[in-house]
């Protein structure tokens, strides 16, 4: 058969030179037929062998042979497939199922394995989380992978150890252990056998899916993990029960909370005031994500509210329509208190042609110090206080009707109650209060409402306690209420009862108040927000009680899903009952082996006493292909068997022809591996997901218009400019101060530096609350460059009054810019007056002897007096700070008593791209300059607005409350004071930002004044206040853009995405990298023609040396162990080869043969046939580049 190729003439020219030396060789044995040439061979006496009967695998063919009896076969068996290690395997499923069940229940229960402290979770975490199941479940499979080849490869045994034999494709030409792993339980349950189906099934779930699938059971995932903590409560209710300075403080906070869109206080909510608490000590889990729950007491108020019973009393006073005057009163059946009104304005300010329906007003118990009524009159006299108010709301629509009245009698009951609260961690923000128990009413001696109740029905402090400063009134609504304004017939409601103002922020349609229930309702949330801030802003104190708590924070926890647990028990379930079958299945089975037939030797040894047997594999050797195998050995009708005896095997028809498997091994390998990998996509993590987004610029960068602050009282539009618009006066400060004391945010687009330019998202693009997007914008900062300035001191006269006044005049002058522009200039007159301890208005306390302090911020004029250079002037902010005495006679003042420091600070302004980063409520997470060098301040110009009318304006909101030019004109505008208590808005921000009073202590003296330091936080304050007014006043300063320029943006999204470790990349890299180098080698250097197949059955094994003398040299050790026999090959000191031989029939074959007995392939066939061109042409280059 091979001799027609190219090589065999030469081959077999060569090996038939060698026959005469065959017969000079020593006798080895006695002669044997077998070819025409008798050959003998050296007897060599094997080592002893067990007393057992003679084994070996044999064939005949014929027909009707009796069935062989007496089938006593002994059954090696490898360890593992003996019960030792199969129950093993089978306990270690169970206890893998058990383990997943209870992390699973530990999981559940405490809802975390572990989790990650400070950044991430530690290297050992990472390697338990994310490693150990799949060590485990290597180690497994591994475990399992040795039962499944031993049962794979000792299946042709049990099969010929049958008693009837088998047939060839059932025994000697299987090849299970080669084929493809998916498809052997398909196959073996085809042909009935059970045991390969069990095991192969068992590992194809192993491998396939339990592997792959164990990398999501233990799942790591950002979660909210609770730790158990001490805390502490830090502070305590203090029962205030005089008026303090800043008693109004609070109602800033409200407003800013009402209208401005502010969060409420610190651990507070709208509902409720708890007080704070903290960990005990330092926390380790990073504060940014962390949720504290504390068991704390809760503050809050409720209203009783009922309708008041209604009178109507006719008067004998005549109106100008001809009816008689109409009071009401309004009596409450619970306290037997009643109230006469003497009737409900219609018109404004008595003038018949402004007709306003509606008229509303609070009455409270005590009179505040505004309000016109109060309830505590002879027919209200109470013994104790009753805590209540009278609301009044009237609509009458036209002079001729009986006006809708809707009036509600209110009782303020004010409890605290234990209650387990949830806060932010880092912004302090309530998240959740739950009460616990009953609650209870606030005692007198712990909290005195007094004060709360006269600042909100109409109230306020005198002057000496708050030196006319910032906190000597509530704020006023008008400016947010137009809609009820121009409604309204009481003007003044604002300054009687601005708790409306509250109630209007949440509706202002009035028709709706005049239905009882939503009345009520709403002012039980007005006050309940007031409640609040009071609690949170006046009436802590400082306190250290420890309480129990919890630490909740968001972190990588390592959890085990419900989903994957049911699914691995299940297939690892699936598992345990497949190895009891392969179990119960091998042990009942038989493989007539004495000893592991896993080399080539044990086979050999089995056939070589059966001639008859190899002559069926005469046909064949090293070169047949697979197909010539399974026709060859498929020809006859025979079946194989292992027999013990002496006697013949039984012969039986086998019709159907042998199939084999090809499947390279490639290609299992390479779909294996994919399997595998397909395991890390259910390996979940959270990334930040950064997705293309469209953005635009909601307004046209140019200013078109200028805010106009409302005076006290000013809710006319029509006194606005036309250039302006109205604006609530002190907004930006209410808004400020709410910052600093509460921590509520600043509006939208805005930092305490900068403000940017709207980014509108397009509509198109979906996003959650906890997205964050990117874009560039314009941002503008403002900021102060300041330098000392030396101020004359003069003494005059003032004669603008009734009685002449004696006044110092201060003349401060400075140019408009640095040592350039027009001269600014203004005479700071104060009157000597206002230092005394004994007269008003000063707000020094009568017969006060001792230091007093001053600060004034004039605004300068232009010495040309022209509108345009008034108009530069009027940007600069002076600053004086001074120190005096206070004088009894005006007359005893002495100049040298009054000493001052003086600077002057001139607005800069800063226009520049940024990338910002903002969440969905438009605050700005981030903001990082552009390299952009475009000149961005033209453009913000190129409107209505120059840049001496915007400093301008920020410079009228930073001393929003200055007197009027009336009180300037009169010398009176500035104020003394023996104290530190602010007495504008700007000493008070100044306060906050430099955390201190020191520079506004009176006993301070003016030397240990530090201007340099005063306008560094004077340029703070600036910058805040500009960013705030154009934060709130955007939209009207800045006209709408109607062409937006679209341009790229990015969203942030927090998202669920498969991950990579960089480290382990790199090592699979690397190990893939060095697999793809050797397997790549492996298929260019492999000798791939010298095998038509894989010897990966017993025939293929066979047919290899079924001809060859080798098998004389294990003849006889079929029942030795394999190191009996490979001593008894050592011996024989053989050596063996694999190459072109001629056997004993003469035929030239390709095979196994001793040495030299064969030839071997040239180095030049070899490379050949392995490599082909392209290997050859590989080989020389890198044997040249190696040399």
């Known amino acids: 058969m091979y001799a027609r190729s190219k090589v065999g003439a030469r081959v077999l020219h ?99 394995l572990t989790f990650a402290v400070g950044d991430g979770l530690n290297g050992w975490q990472i390697f338990v989380s994310q490693y150990m199941g799949t060590v485990a479940s290597v180690i497994f499979a591994i475990l399992l992978s040795l039962v499944d080849l031993d049962a794979k490869r000792l299946e042709p045994w049990f099969e010929l150890s049958k008693p009837e034999g088998a047939a060839a494709k059932n025994s000697i030409l299987l090849c299970y252990p080669f084929d493809f792993l998916a498809f052997v339980p398909f196959k073996a349950a085809k042909r009935g056998h059970w045991s390969v189906f069990y095991i192969g099934t068992a590992t194809v779930l192993v491998f396939w899916f339990i592997t792959p699938l164990q990398s999501s059971l233990i799942a790591t995932v950002q979660q909210q993990v609770v730790i158990p903590s001490l805390f502490r409560v830090t502070q305590k209710l203090q029962k205030i029960s005089s008026e303090r300075a800043d008693i109004t403080s609070f109602t800033y906070t409200a407003y800013s909370i009402s209208w401005l869109n502010a969060t409420p206080p610190a651990y507070s909510t709208k509902q409720e005031a708890t007080l ?141 109650s234990a209650a387990e609260t949830v806060v932010d961690a880092d912004s302090k923000l309530v998240h959740n209060v739950t009460y616990l128990g009953t609650p209870k009413d606030l005692t007198i001696d712990q909290f005195d409402a007094s004060l709360f109740e006269t600042v909100l029905s109409g109230g306020g402090v005198g002057i000496r306690q708050n030196n006319g400063g910032p906190f000597s009134s509530v704020p006023f609504h008008s400016a947010k209420t137009r809609e009820v304004n121009a409604m309204l017939a009481n003007s003044d409601w604002d300054f009687e009862s601005s708790v409306l103002g509250y109630m209007f922020a949440i509706d202002s349609d009035l028709r709706k108040y005049l239905k009882t229930d939503f009345l009520a309702s709403t002012i ?59 179990l119960v299945s091998s042990t009942r089975r038989r493989t007539g082996l004495a000893y592991d037939p896993a080399s080539l030797a044990g086979t050999m040894a089995l056939v070589a006493n059966e001639p008859r047997l190899l002559e069926k594999f005469k046909p064949l050797d090293g070169t047949s292909t697979s197909e010539e195998v399974n026709q060859t050995l498929s020809r006859e009708s025979v079946r194989f068997k292992l027999d ?96 600093f004391t509460s921590g509520t945010p600043l509006p939208a687009w805005t930092t305490p530096e900068q403000f940017f330019f709207p980014i509108r998202v397009s509509g198109d693009q979906k996003s959650n609350s906890s997205d964050l997007f990117q874009a560039e914008t314009v941002g503008l900062s403002a900021s102060l460059a300041c330098e000392a300035i030396e101020v004359p001191m003069s003494l005059g006269n003032n004669t ?197 009073t020191t520079a506004f202590e009176p006993r301070t003296p003016i030397q240990d004044i530090n201007m340099e330091a005063i306008g560094e936080d004077l340029s703070k304050a600036y910058g805040r206040v500009f960013a705030v007014i154009l934060g709130l006043y955007h939209e009207q300063m800045f006209a709408q853009d109607n062409t937006p320029v679209q341009q790229q943006a990015a969203t942030i999204t927090p998202n669920l995405r498969v991950q990579m470790s960089s480290a382990m990349f790199s090592l699979v890299i690397v190990l893939l990298s060095w697999y793809l180098m050797l397997a790549v080698y492996f298929y260019l250097f492999r000798v791939a023609r010298l095998f038509q197949r894989l010897p990966t059955s017993l025939a293929s094994e066979i047919q290899l040396f079924h001809k060859s003398s080798v098998l004389d040299d294990v003849r006889g050790t079929e029942l030795l162990t394999s190191q009996q026999r490979k001593a008894h090959l050592s011996r024989l000191n053989q050596r063996y080869g694999y190459g072109h031989f001629i056997g004993r029939d003469n035929v030239l074959r390709v095979g196994i043969e001793r040495e030299p007995l064969l030839s071997h392939p040239t180095e030049e066939e070899v490379r050949n046939n392995g490599l082909g061109r392209i290997g050859l042409k590989i080989e020389k280059l890198i044997s040249k580049l190696s040399k």
């Not at 009680?545 to 959890?559: A, N, R, Y």
């Not at 012969?651 to 294996?672: E, F, G, R």
């Not at 399997?675 to 140019?702: H, K, Y």
Request: charged share 15%; aromatic share 10%.
């Open 14 to 112: 060569q090996l038939l030179s060698w026959v005469p030396a065959w017969h000079r060789l020593k006798p080895l044995r006695q002669q044997e037929p077998g070819g025409p040439a008798q050959r003998v061979v050296k007897v060599v006496k094997p080592l002893p062998r067990p007393p057992l009967q003679k084994w070996s695998l044999k064939n005949l063919s014929g027909f009707g042979a009796t069935r062989i009896e007496n089938h006593e076969i002994p059954s090696w068996k490898p360890f593992t497939l003996r019960i030792p290690y199969l129950i093993f395997l089978i306990i270690l499923t169970v206890l893998f199922i058990v383990a997943i069940e209870l992390l699973f229940r530990k999981s559940q229960r405490d809802g975390t």
């Open 276 to 416: 704070p608490f903290e960990p005990l000590s330092s926390s380790e889990f990073g504060i940014g994500t962390q949720l504290w729950t504390g068991n704390t007491t809760a503050y809050y108020v409720d209203l009783e509210c009922n309708e008041a019973t209604q009178n109507r009393i006719v008067t004998d006073y005549i109106l100008p329509n001809g009816k008689n005057k109409t009071t009401m009163l309004f009596h409450d059946r619970e306290t037997n208190c009643t109230f006469q009104h003497d009737g409900f304005l219609t018109s404004l300010n008595g003038d018949a042609s402004i007709w306003r329906p509606y008229y509303a007003q609070l009455i409270g118990y005590k009179p505040g110090a505004n309000s016109n009524y109060y309830l505590n009159t002879s027919t209200c006299q109470l013994d104790v206080d009753p805590h209540m108010f009278l609301l009044i709301v009237s609509y009458q629509e036209s002079i001729n009707d009986t006006a809708t009245v809707d009036a509600i009698y209110c009782k303020l009951r004010y409890q605290s």
């Open 524 to 582: 039980t949330k007005a006050y309940k927000l007031l409640f609040t801030t009071y609690v949170s802003t006046q009436l802590m104190v400082p306190n250290d009680v420890p309480t129990q708590g919890e630490i909740l924070f968001s972190t990588d926890t390592v959890v085990v899903p419900e989903v994957f647990t049911r699914i691995l028990e299940g297939l690892l379930g699936a598992v345990v009952v497949l190895l009891v079958c392969f």
């Open 644 to 739: 013990s005896q002496r006697g013949h095997y039984q012969l039986s028809t086998s019709p159907n022809p042998i199939h084999t498997t090809t499947q390279s091994t490639a290609t299992a390998l390479s779909t294996n591996v994919l399997a595998i990998a397909f395991g890390a996509l259910f390996d979940p993590a959270t990334v930040l997901l950064f997705r293309p987004s469209a953005a635009t610029n909601s307004f046209d960068i140019s200013l078109q218009a200028l805010p106009f602050p409302f005076d006290h009282g000013l809710s006319n539009d029509s006194l606005v400019p036309k250039d302006r618009f109205a604006v609530g006066r002190h907004d930006h400060y209410y808004t400020l101060y709410a910052n």
């Open 800 to 996: 603008l009054r009734s009685t002449v006044q004696s006044i110092v005049k201060l003349l401060v002058k400075a140019t408009a810019f640095e040592n350039s522009g027009p001269t600014c200039e203004l005479s700071t007159n104060f009157q000597i007056q206002q230092a005394s301890n004994i007269d008003f208005p000063g707000n020094i306390n009568l017969g006060y002897t001792g230091p007093l302090s001053m600060e004034a911020y004039p605004k300068l004029q232009a010495t040309s007096n022209t509108t345009n250079e008034n108009g530069i002037c009027g940007g600069l902010v002076p600053v004086i700070f001074s120190r005096t005495h206070t004088v009894k006679d005006t007359s005893l003042f002495r100049p040298s008593s009054f000493e001052y420091k003086a600077i002057v600070c001139r607005p800069r302004l800063n226009v520049s791209r940024y990338d910002i980063t903002f969440d969905a409520s438009h605050q700005i997470v981030s903001a990082k300059p552009t390299n952009s060098t475009a000149d961005e301040t033209k453009q913000l110009f190129s409107g209505r607005v120059s840049e001496t009318q915007l400093w301008g304006n920020v410079r009228a909101f930073l001393q929003s409350d200055s007197r009027s030019q009336a009180s300037i004109d009169a010398d009176d505008w500035l104020t003394f004071s023996n104290n530190s208590l602010p007495t504008e808005w700007i000493d008070a921000i100044l306060q906050k930002i430099s955390n201190s």
